[in-house]
């Protein structure tokens, strides 16, 4: 079954500690994101990238940081500049960026102990 | 700027009845792409549909229909004889000016009771 996959489903993280939640796509798409969403709001873009070794600053990134070493994967780590983690995260992937249709990996919710 | 608006934040139905989601737009491209998804209580956003400004005809899709008006700016969304499965926050977005990501709504969570 072709789709997106996000690991943890949970994750708890310690303050002052850095964490990578984990995207994997098998659909052959060349973009991907990452959202943030927190209650009652709307999606807030953290990272996408066009391309493989290519990533750009969404309106959120501050305390985020990616990588995109190979197609299928692009993993988000929330350092431990990010303040206010504690949030659900959506990966995405659409065959081009933009225009065309995300499609959604199912989230990993992110806790702060 | 761009700005997505739905301002139904809460909508509360009995199964059978008809509902209408609202989404207002701002833009200035002449060109530009509108979707709506749904996101069950599981978390995973499920696209809907997407709709270009180009066309204008409106959609229908089994139970779903959308009306895009562009003289109001808006892609309201209608379900038809809700039931209880259609229970979900429903986002509307915009694609931004720049072409690479998504601008969201702040959603309108959908319950319907049997």
């Known amino acids: 079954d072709g789709g997106i996959t996000q690991s943890p489903k949970y994750l708890f993280r310690k303050e002052g500690q850095n964490v990578t939640l984990s995207c994997e796509q098998n659909?052959?798409?060349?973009?991907m994101y990452w959202y943030r969403q927190d209650p009652g709001q709307g999606l807030r873009l953290i990272y996408y990238s066009q391309i493989v070794n290519d990533f750009q600053k969404g309106d959120i990134a501050e305390g985020y940081s990616v990588s995109r070493e190979k197609k299928e994967s692009f993993p988000l780590t929330v350092t431990s500049a990010q303040k206010n983690p504690t949030a659900f995260y959506l990966c995405?992937?659409?065959?081009?960026?933009?225009?065309?249709?995300?499609?959604f990996g199912p989230g990993t919710r992110l806790l702060v102990l | 700027a761009q700005k997505v608006t739905q301002a139904q934040t809460e909508i509360s139905v009995v199964e059978k009845e008809d509902v209408t989601l609202d989404c207002v737009y701002e833009t200035r491209d002449t060109t530009y792409y509108l979707f709506w998804y749904k996101q069950p209580p599981s978390g995973e956003l499920v696209f809907l549909i997407r709709r270009n400004s180009f066309d204008e005809q409106n959609e229908i899709s089994g139970r779903y229909s959308w009306n895009f008006q562009k003289s109001t700016s808006s892609f309201n969304f209608t379900i038809t004889a809700s039931q209880v499965v259609d229970s979900a926050v429903y986002f509307c977005a915009l694609v931004n000016q720049a072409g690479t990501a998504l601008i969201f709504g702040k959603g309108t969570t959908l319950s319907v009771s049997s």
């Open positions: 995405a992937s659409s065959i081009s960026t933009g225009r065309e249709t995300q499609y």
């Open positions: 659909l052959n798409h060349d973009a």
